[in-house]
């Protein structure tokens, strides 16, 4: 039976913009025009006024006055989306991108390594906090369609499992416009036939849907209605990476600092290695500066690795490649390319390396944090308040 997690995240811009303005948290907020255009995102305090994207700023505003208004940032929302979607690739190769802040996951083969679906789903909403500081909710389920609707059960900022067994119970109380695909048209024509729940649907005859509806959107709505739902998740085309990064509070010229930051995003990047089971070659740092001007250099070693030391030290090394001389520093990111599949790669140990080290602690603390979250064990120089 398919494991299928629906990830979306909640408010996706405005979280995003409250990381920069957390002094907002609480307060109606929207990402859009203040007095013209339209709203992206509504903070739910906003919602609770009755404000929603896609509606203008002039509505908006009436609706809830007090409310603050925020400008898009564009390059934030790629930035920390692709933050997310680097986690998503680190549990399962199999993610199917449906816009920057929502995804579904095949999680069916992934219980030997990491645990319980629901363990799965935990450890998604911790990494994506812990890293990206935006929340998102999950939910899992054998098929795409009540994954999606468990994802919505589950916000905000929560978690829904409905088991094989659960599905009709799960679904037939619900209103018919919560399926995938039902929009006001089609919920228009099911309320003239008195179908106002999709258990109400689904005790419809299917020949009666059909005539209402069309043979396919009629037929297909009836299967829907009983939880039969055959689509799978296909992997987005992606590139073959893996890469983290860490916007800093404030932008810094502490070389000491930097290279911490440095440290905490290599070990994220080699985590997700090592939980993907493939191991890389070419490292990249990038920086990004306080004027925004973005520039990165890498560096191909001698053998592939999943090691947090041996991306750390590449990093920092292409970090005294760049001959900066008090930079201003807002952002930093790793990468790591060339990617094997980790059980394939070839592998000479050094004659004087013991039987246990580095590899075996890494792998002993990934578990951990599998089971237990991100802040379960940590570098000590990483503890420090950032």
């Known amino acids: 039976m398919p494991v299928i997690a629906h990830v979306d995240m909640d408010a996706f811009y405005v979280e995003v913009a409250l990381r920069e303005r957390p002094e907002l948290r609480g307060r109606?907020?929207?990402v859009g025009g203040a007095t013209r255009g339209v709203v992206l995102s509504a903070s739910y305090e906003a919602r609770a006024y009755g404000v929603e994207g896609g509606m203008s700023s002039t509505r908006?505003?009436?609706?809830c006055p007090d409310a603050v208004a925020i400008r898009p940032d564009y390059d934030a929302y790629e930035a920390v989306s692709e933050g997310v979607f680097a986690i998503f690739s680190s549990?399962?190769?199999?993610?199917?991108?449906?816009?920057?802040d929502?995804?579904?996951l095949d999680l069916t083969g992934t219980r030997r390594l990491l645990g319980e679906p629901a363990e799965v789903g935990e450890l998604i909403r911790a990494l994506v906090a812990d890293e990206q500081h935006v929340p998102c909710s999950v939910g899992i389920a054998p098929t795409k369609?009540?994954?999606k609707m468990a994802s919505n059960a589950a916000k905000p900022n929560g978690l829904v499992q409905v088991h094989p067994g659960e599905v009709v119970a799960f679904l037939h109380p619900q209103a018919v416009e919560k399926i995938w695909g039902v929009g006001p048209a089609t919920a228009g024509a099911l309320h003239k036939l008195g179908l106002h729940t999709i258990g109400a649907v689904?005790?419809?005859?299917?020949?009666?849907l059909q005539r209402a509806l069309g043979a396919r959107a009629g037929g297909e709505l009836w299967e829907l209605a009983w939880g039969i739902d055959g689509r799978r998740v296909t992997a987005t085309a992606g590139?073959?990476?893996v890469g983290n990064q860490e916007t800093f509070d404030r932008d810094t010229d502490d070389l000491d600092h930097i290279a911490t930051e440095i440290?905490?995003?290599s070990a994220r990047v080699a985590s997700r290695m090592r939980r993907a089971r493939v191991v890389g070659r070419t490292v990249t740092l990038t920086l990004r500066f306080a004027d925004f001007r973005t520039t990165q250099k890498s560096l191909t070693l001698r053998a592939p690795t999943d090691g947090t030391a041996a991306i750390h030290a590449a990093a920092l090394q292409l970090l005294t490649a760049f001959r900066l001389e008090r930079p201003r520093i807002r952002r930093v990111g790793v990468r790591v390319e060339g990617l094997l599949d980790a059980d394939l790669a070839p592998r000479q140990p050094a004659l004087d390396e013991p039987e246990h080290g580095w590899p075996d602690a890494e792998r002993a603390a990934d578990a951990v944090i599998a089971r237990f979250g991100p802040h379960a064990v940590s570098r000590a120089t990483l503890t420090r308040q950032r």
Do not use: D, G, N
């Not at 908006?60 to 609706?63: G, I, P, S, Y």
């Open 28 to 30: 109606p907020v929207w």
């Open 60 to 63: 908006a505003r009436r609706l």
């Open 91 to 100: 549990i399962t190769p199999t993610v199917e991108k449906v816009s920057l």
């Open 102 to 104: 929502e995804a579904f």
């Open 145 to 147: 369609l009540i994954a």
């Open 202 to 208: 689904a005790h419809t005859p299917k020949s009666t």
């Open 239 to 241: 590139e073959r990476s």
């Open 263 to 265: 440290l905490r995003v």
